[in-house]
């Protein structure tokens, strides 16, 4: 097979770029499929938002319990459990036959992807050396923007064709593709890899020889400002994400075809910006040697940048020139994705499943919050422009508590496991 010529670490970062893709193409499938399942089934504009943010729930108490689970179980069978759930719901979605089954679809959706992206950082720890853990985080990032880009136009395809159902049997099935794909090339430790080289071996960590236990109250000490911060990033983000398409339909009388060019415009500005921000991180890393740089102000600069962006969008009244500022605060927003998921891999490398789910709860948490938020405000005053400036000032808030997170500090996490009796011998 030509595919198992790329080196083993490229193989498996490639693995997690189409996961991140797959995952945010299951998530986002739904919005565009409400225009068949909608009417079908005779929901109100109410009952579909409910769809909408089933997701979320589950999504938001399985962060920190995946994080662990798969510190626990190996990044491995955590997400070929995930997976096969997500893949199971997203079939389910396409059998519905109302409002409750679609609920109950979208909230099995939510736990099955809980666990993904912290697992796939406990991953990333192992198969990816420290000075490429930025270019890491953004490149799969980045396959998720592609997916919340392409989704709506890859869906509208299916369905014009076969139906709305069919959308979520084709993505159902490419989800098993994948896990078969995972469960076939992916080793938990890189050394039992059939392709690794002993090249690649030399450049990644040590991996951990005894089970680590989580202290659970000091962790959370240590992580919660990243996890505020990361609550700031992810209210613009799901902003974006929900009302994105509806802000160029209404705000600017556009028909659906040229609202999603428009939308679609800005999204892929996300996708350059995860990218660049990977590749910028690390190469300040290298460079300076230094993770409060490269990290932390490098986040405090990004939020800084987007929240500049963002200033017109509350005045003008020119289609362009707002799609040209969301675009650029779009990208700097996602500029700083590598470096603030890198972030739990520099302070908690033994057990940073654990860690990314604390810090992915505050982006979970914006998930409920900002859709429903955001929707108020244009209700009740009638401004589009209002919600992006809640979105600037919690941006403002996300540049000072950047300086609080402190990457550079490793989280002595040898300090809180229990001591092995005197004399006793530590099998590893």
Wanted: with cysteine; proline share 5%; hydrophobic share 50%.
């Amino acid at each position: 097979m030509k595919l198992l010529r790329f080196r083993a670490t490229s193989l498996v970062l490639g693995m997690l770029c189409v996961m991140y893709f797959i995952t945010y193409l299951d998530r986002v499938n739904v919005s565009t499929a409400a225009s068949g399942f909608g009417p079908e089934f005779h929901l109100s504009n109410t009952e579909i938002g409910l769809v909408f943010s089933a997701f979320a729930y589950p999504y938001l108490i399985f962060q920190i319990i995946g994080g662990w689970v798969s510190d626990r179980f190996g990044s491995r069978r955590t997400l070929i459990f995930c997976g096969l759930m997500w893949a199971a719901a997203t079939l389910l979605t396409g059998f519905a036959g109302g409002l409750v089954s679609l609920l109950v679809a979208r909230l099995l959706l939510g736990l099955g992807e809980g666990a993904t992206f912290p697992a796939a950082t406990a991953a990333m720890s192992r198969w990816v050396p420290k000075e490429k853990r930025g270019f890491a985080q953004g490149i799969t990032h980045s396959a998720a923007r592609i997916g919340n880009a392409v989704a709506p136009a890859a869906i509208v395809g299916i369905m014009s064709i076969y139906g709305w159902r069919a959308s979520f049997f084709a993505c159902g099935i490419i989800s098993l593709i994948w896990v078969a794909a995972w469960a076939f090339l992916f080793t938990e430790n890189p050394k039992d890899h059939p392709r690794i080289t002993q090249q690649e071996i030399d450049s990644l960590p040590e991996p951990k020889k005894v089970k680590i236990v989580v202290p659970w109250g000091p962790l959370f000490k240590r992580m919660w400002p990243v996890t505020i911060v990361y609550f700031c990033y992810g209210w613009t983000l799901w902003l974006f994400l929900s009302w994105i398409p509806q802000y160029f339909l209404h705000n600017y009388s556009l028909d659906l075809k040229k609202s999603a060019i428009f939308a679609s415009a800005v999204f892929f500005a996300g996708v350059i910006g995860d990218t660049l921000g990977g590749i910028i991180t690390d190469r300040v890393l290298v460079k300076t040697n230094c993770l409060k740089r490269s990290r932390s102000w490098m986040i405090a600069i990004c939020m800084t940048l987007a929240l500049i962006a963002l200033i017109p969008v509350a005045f003008t009244k020119n289609m362009y020139l707002a799609m040209a500022c969301l675009s650029a605060g779009f990208f700097f927003a996602e500029l700083m994705i590598g470096p603030v998921w890198a972030i739990p891999m520099d302070i908690a490398p033994e057990c940073s499943g654990t860690a990314s789910g604390m810090m992915n709860t505050g982006s979970a948490a914006a998930a409920i919050l900002s859709p429903v938020v955001s929707g108020f405000l244009i209700d009740h005053y009638g401004s589009w422009e209002l919600p992006f400036v809640v979105s600037m000032v919690l941006m403002g808030c996300g540049v000072l508590l950047s300086f609080r997170m402190h990457p550079e500090r490793k989280f002595d996490i040898q300090s809180y496991q229990p001591q092995a009796p005197v004399g006793a011998v530590v099998q590893h």
